[in-house]
């Protein structure tokens, strides 16, 4: 796969619809799962929920942005990133090792930039625009965050596959054999139909 440079999404979504999500996010930003490595608060999509109409929306923007008509979800989730106790939120430089083949990572908010690094490249966001790029391929990441005492940036990573893929062909739990957590025998014998 020839890999395209990533490309900054400008208005990912109409004025409307992102106002919706701006809403949603805002009143439940630290309703999530808070992970004290990345210094984030995360929610998945819920049914009937913004969040689960904008992946939806996200897939056809998507296969425009990579020029791949057979690309599909695979999972998505919403970030506020802040600093809590000791916790200062950074990333490390990493390609991702799950179902991110195609990743779109949009800002919904923040009260000043935090720009994220692709291949050594550094890119700005700001509300409503994204970033596109392969996040297995492309090593990516963000320095630490540069007012941690009074900055929280969100966002919300998209992530789309191959039909191929083993996110369909195995299903999502076969993340468990690429970590290493489980051998592909232990794995196979519990997911037997």
Avoid at 4 to 18: A, G, H, M, S, T
Avoid at 46 to 70: C, G, L, W, Y
Avoid at 84 to 104: I, Q, V
Avoid at 148 to 155: D, F, I, L, N, T
């Amino acid at each position: 796969m020839a890999l395209l440079e990533p490309k900054i999404v400008e208005n990912v979504f109409d004025q409307d619809f992102y106002n919706k999500l701006f809403e949603e996010f805002k009143s439940s930003a630290k309703s999530g799962y808070y992970e004290e490595g990345f210094g984030r608060y995360t929610l998945g999509p819920s049914e009937e929920s913004a969040f689960k109409e904008a992946f939806d929306k996200a897939v056809e923007i998507a296969r425009a942005v990579f020029n791949k008509s057979t690309l599909l979800p695979s999972y998505a989730f919403f970030a506020h990133y802040e600093k809590k106790g000791n916790a200062l939120p950074s990333l490390l430089h990493h390609r991702d090792d799950n179902a991110c083949t195609y990743t779109l990572d949009m800002c919904v908010y923040q009260t000043e930039p935090w720009d994220l690094y692709v291949e050594n490249s550094s890119y700005t966001l700001y509300p409503n625009q994204a970033l596109a790029y392969y996040g297995n391929d492309q090593e990516h990441w963000r320095n630490d965050m540069p007012n941690p005492e009074e900055q929280h940036v969100a966002m919300i990573f998209f992530h789309f596959v191959e039909p191929d893929h083993w996110f369909y062909k195995k299903g999502p739990s076969y993340i468990e054999v690429i970590r290493g957590n489980v051998s592909e025998e232990s794995w196979t014998m519990n997911h037997q139909k």
